[in-house]
């Protein structure tokens, strides 16, 4: 797992580095860079991205806000930490995919929690899910599908790429993905909660703006596993 520290305070970034230490002895993280700047930052992520990402929000030229903006905009989903002094900041973070804040100067406990956090979350998105489709074995990180639909005997896949059918039964799959934040939401879908930007009413929209059926019956259930998820996985 590759780790970038972006910060324009070279204290910061090695008290960054000295809670990492541990992970890094460990093979945990096998590398790691260190940033002054967003422009930096930018130009490095574009030919290699990094999985996870300490930004500080404070920094001459684009700030982190914008240089976060800027790295999702290229397609960067990188796990994105954001360390600041000022809490006021908070709100401009959810708007780029934060998945952290951290107050400085930052605490070993609250540095070691979120730490653990981002590896699960990691984990979580290299899995690769395998569907034998067309007579061969398509291969998808679990992070690319959107949700499953169920239908008799066949089941449709949904990436941003498209849509791709193969047998097998709904049941099935929800055990098998049930540990990758999939939630079954109505008897013919399955739904990655990753994608999930809202649910109101009886449906569910997606970030790409995708309506999913909410069962009536299912409600409660789903209301509060999300409510789980946002509070595991949100800043």
Known sequence: MRVAICDDVKECRERIIEFLDPHIRQGVVTAYSEFENGEALLKSQAKRPFDIIYLDIEMPGPNGVQTARDMREQGNNAI???????????????????????????????????????????????????????????????????????????????????????????????????????????????????????????????????????????KTEVLSRFNDYLLRFSV
């Open 80 to 218: 994105i930490i954001f360390t600041t002094s000022h809490v006021s900041y908070v709100s401009d973070t959810f708007r780029v995919g934060a998945f952290q804040f951290l107050l400085k100067p930052i605490q070993k406990d609250e540095f070691d929690k979120d730490f653990e956090r981002a590896l699960g979350q990691y984990k979580i998105s290299r899995f690769v899910y395998n569907i034998r489709y067309k007579g061969k074995i398509a291969a998808f990180n679990i992070g690319d599908i959107f949700y499953i639909e169920g239908y008799n005997k066949g089941l449709s896949l949904f990436t941003n790429n498209g849509k791709y059918e193969y047998l097998g039964k709904l049941s099935d799959e929800e055990e098998k993905l049930l540990a990758y934040n999939f939630l079954r939401c109505h008897q013919g879908f399955l739904v990655n909660m990753d994608h999930i930007k809202i649910i109101q009413g009886n449906s569910i929209f997606l970030k790409n703006e995708t309506e999913i059926p909410l069962s009536k019956h299912k």
